[in-house]
């Protein structure tokens, strides 16, 4: 991310030079232009001149800067805006969104944005409020086009204990569990309404932002169901199997073979696991895998003796075999809860390892390989 | 346009009426606030959209600061403080304002230091607006009131009301937030225990370097216990000074670090209005009494350092801060009771100070931190007497350690030591103070400034 929040800045550098230049597309080119900019202005006025006039020409305007606060957010807009739109995270893969700093450096990222995308569902509470106040970057504030909440466009798990909700309980998020976007339906979900945010930002370039959504949802499903589902029927029709829960009768019916991420959890399906936090529900629902219990008694505290012994009291019991648990987590308490039940411990993250637009297709493909072991 | 027409009058005269400041800022706000052009609201989301539930009533949070208190010496920490070689406790300030019942520092045993009641919410499209009221046991103080606005152009922001004056990142900070129990000393006896906390107006300006850079500039009232202190009374021989009384300028500035790491610099200054009334046991009618009128100017600068590896539970996380203050005071001898001083008078009493801390926390294990913190105040401790007498004084000193477990994002108990000497009149008076720190947050999720 950092190389793009640099390339970001040059490009931003070489505007701000007065050149009336305007970068097109990528950090080297804007790189050149401002190497030119600094040897001599009169002698490379005529090629500035040249430069600015082929770029207008071109008619392709400056690529719409769009900060997420998340890696797989940033993927996925990366995907679908593609040479349009350059992109970054404010957290990076290896990082807990949740309990990140408000640091200067994330300021500096807001006050250049055209467009804010958040996971949203408090997941960022602690400092997103603090960075877009500080970014004065009228573009992103919440209700305007700039900015998107991203759990408003996915079903959110509730995950509402029995009774009257309270901190008693965690770290709750009164408004859902924000993991939603390992659930492939709802990062499909999320694409269009990144697709769409981009085309009312930015009404001329639509059709290559809709276009966009559509390659990203495509390639998805393609990953998710595999090319012969996809030949039989159009995703959006698996989808809906799926969600329904009928996607392996309605295969069976048609006598298609299913392939990809369905097809290489279908072992799994029905198996139990542990969870260090309740990062991978969403997965977990969507895939027919059952979390028994997590490490942290609640959201957020860390694990003690009594809750740990419970824990393996119940995998015992029920012969559960694997902890999964993310890189941010410590490591201790699963190592000692696998050590006692001879389970195996699964480090991976929750999040998109970086912002490359196919990024978002490796960490489900990540989650799956650490769920099916060596 | 109204700038353009206030903006003339102001450089025409050395100095503005009351009047015209008021007006000035006036047209300054209206044209900077209806300067953004309004947008229409963001789209719809889909039908499957999950939208929060639609609440127009404030955030309000509560936080509940207690503290045990025991200390160790031959005399109270609070009663040093005021005879601090140097940093004498004129309590030339707006005394009836703040009650100088009001007990200073912390009693003996068990002390409720506050509980803090925060309500924050969007006024309307062009402002957000929070008030802060900080109850004590006897009484409630309002510790911020403040409207911001929300779409001025350019990276500016302008904020109205009472609030914390970002002069230092610490006095920009609530208890709460502090990393230790107490202000580093130089900011406690400079800008008061309540810190820089006054009516006014800030603007500041985010700028759009490839770097963070912010600077700002404030107006305050001068209300402070005992900085920019106001005391004009009737029957004072003090002139009234009605206008605002402070100026005050800042810079915060950090490079874009890659990782984990953070560092910010931060620059400011105030200038303003200073009196004082040193009244006898008889009051204004005293022999010994006399007044001093003048201006007083601070200066100073902090550093922080912050790495927040990619751990849950804030191991491993390392804060590294210093700060640095200056103030001089520059007071005429206005008014003597005793007709002996009279020759005195028109002279004046410049009086400059400093101190610095440095402190650094770290987490050692999951939740758990432990600080240290090391002070110095009277590097530079002089006075010159309207007499033309000069006098230096010893520095004093204090180090602290704490360590504190955040058990979730909404509690925290902290325990700290302070050892103290603290140079007085009467000699070095060493002091041993410790805390014991409950701080219990309810409501809704706060935001932490870096």
């Known amino acids: 991310m950092f190389s793009k929040t640099s390339e970001a800045l040059v490009q931003r550098r070489a505007r701000d030079r007065g050149t009336g230049f305007q970068p097109v597309l990528h950090g080297q080119e804007a790189h050149a232009t401002r190497g030119f900019a600094k040897a001599s202005s009169s002698r490379f006025l005529p090629l500035l001149l040249a430069a600015a006039f082929s770029v207008s020409a071109r008619g392709a305007p400056a690529p719409l800067r769009v900060v997420t606060t998340i890696p797989d957010l940033a993927a996925i807009a990366a995907a679908v805006g593609g040479q349009a739109v350059t992109v970054t995270s404010i957290a990076q893969g290896h990082e807990n969104p949740h309990f990140l700093q408000a640091r200067p450096t994330y300021i500096v990222q807001a006050r250049d944005a055209d467009l804010w995308i958040r996971a949203g569902a408090e997941l960022e509470v602690g400092w997103e409020p603090i960075v877009l106040d500080q970014a004065r970057n009228r573009r992103i504030q919440p209700g305007q086009p700039g900015f998107l909440d991203g759990s408003a466009h996915v079903p959110v798990l509730r995950e509402v204990p029995e009774g009257p909700v309270s901190r008693a309980q965690g770290d709750v998020h009164p408004s859902g569990n924000p993991h939603y976007l390992l659930d492939p339906l709802n990062a499909r979900a999320i694409a269009r309404a990144i697709g769409a945010r981009l085309a009312a930002l930015r009404p001329e370039q639509a059709a290559q932002f809709e276009a966009g959504a559509d390659a990203f949802v495509r390639e998805l499903d393609r990953r998710l169901f595999g090319a012969d589902a996809l030949a039989a029927a159009p995703g959006d029709a698996l989808a809906a199997q799926l969600e329904a829960g009928t996607l392996d009768d309605w295969a069976a019916r048609q006598n298609v073979t299913l392939d990809g991420w369905w097809a290489e959890l279908a072992p799994w399906r029905g198996r139990q696991l542990v969870t260090f936090h309740k990062s991978f529900t969403y997965f977990t629902q969507r895939f027919g895998l059952e979390v028994a219990s997590e490490l942290e008694p609640v959201p957020g505290v860390p694990p003690g003796p009594a809750h740990l012994a419970r824990v393996m009291q119940r995998m015992q019991d029920e012969q559960i075999g694997l902890i999964l648990m993310e890189p941010f987590y410590p490591r201790k308490p699963a190592d000692f809860v696998a050590a006692r039940t001879a389970a195996r411990v699964a480090v991976v993250s929750s999040y998109a390892p970086d912002t490359q637009p196919e990024a978002y297709f490796r960490l489900i493909e990540a989650i799956i390989a650490a769920i099916k072991g060596p | 346009m109204s700038i353009f027409v206030s903006l003339p009058t102001l450089s025409g005269r050395r100095h503005a009426a009351p009047g015209r400041i008021g007006l000035l800022l006036g047209g300054l706000i209206a044209w900077l606030v209806t300067a953004a052009p309004l947008r229409a609201a963001a789209l719809e989301p889909t039908s499957r959209g999950n939208r929060p539930a639609v609440n127009l009533n404030p955030n309000i949070s509560v936080v509940v600061d207690g503290i045990y208190y025991h200390e160790q010496g031959d005399e109270p920490v609070r009663h040093l403080l005021e005879e601090l070689e140097g940093f004498g406790h004129v309590h030339g300030g707006d005394d009836h304002a703040h009650g100088h019942d009001h007990a200073h520092g912390f009693e003996e045993g068990f002390n409720l230091r506050h509980l803090e009641l925060m309500f924050a919410a969007d006024v309307d499209p062009y402002f957000k607006g929070w008030a802060i009221v900080a109850v004590e046991e006897h009484g409630a103080e309002l510790e911020e009131a403040v409207i911001q606005t929300t779409g001025l152009p350019g990276g500016l922001q302008l904020k109205l009301g009472k609030f914390f004056s970002d002069f230092s990142r610490q006095n920009a900070m609530h208890a709460h937030e502090w990393n230790f129990v107490d202000l580093p000393l130089i900011n406690q006896l400079l800008l008061g225990d309540h810190g820089l906390n006054e009516k006014g107006v800030q603007l500041s300006w985010l700028a759009p370097t490839p770097f963070f850079l912010t600077l700002g500039l404030e107006v305050l009232q001068g209300d402070n216990e005992n900085l920019f202190a106001y005391v004009a009374e009737e029957e004072d021989p003090l002139p009234e000074r009605d206008d605002p009384r402070v100026f005050l300028g800042w810079a915060k500035v950090a490079p874009l670090l890659r990782g984990a790491h953070a560092v910010q610099l931060g620059l400011f200054g105030a200038r303003g209005v200073h009196q004082e009334a040193h009244l006898g046991p008889d009051g204004a009618d ?48 206005l008014a003597h009771n005793n007709p002996e001083r009279a020759p005195l008078l028109g002279n004046s009493l410049i009086s400059k100070q400093d101190g610095l801390y440095v402190q650094g926390t770290y987490g050692f294990l999951p939740r758990w931190r432990a600080g240290l913190r090391g002070e110095v105040v009277g590097l530079t401790n002089s006075d010159r007497k309207p007499d033309g007498a000069t006098e230096s004084h010893d520095p004093s000193y204090r180090a602290s350690a704490m360590i504190d477990w955040t058990l979730t994002e909404f509690s925290r108990l902290r325990l700290q030591v302070n050892r103290g000497e603290y140079e007085t009149h009467e000699g070095r008076e060493a002091v041993t103070e410790g805390f014991v720190q409950a701080v219990f947050s309810l409501g809704a999720h706060g935001a932490h400034r870096f």
């Open chain 2, 286 to 333: 005293d022999p010994g009494s006399h007044w001093l009128d003048g201006h007083q100017t601070l200066a100073g600068a902090d550093i922080v350092y912050r790495y927040t590896p990619p751990t849950a539970y804030g191991h491993h996380w390392l804060t590294l801060e210093g700060g640095y203050l200056f103030r001089e005071k520059d007071i005429e001898l």
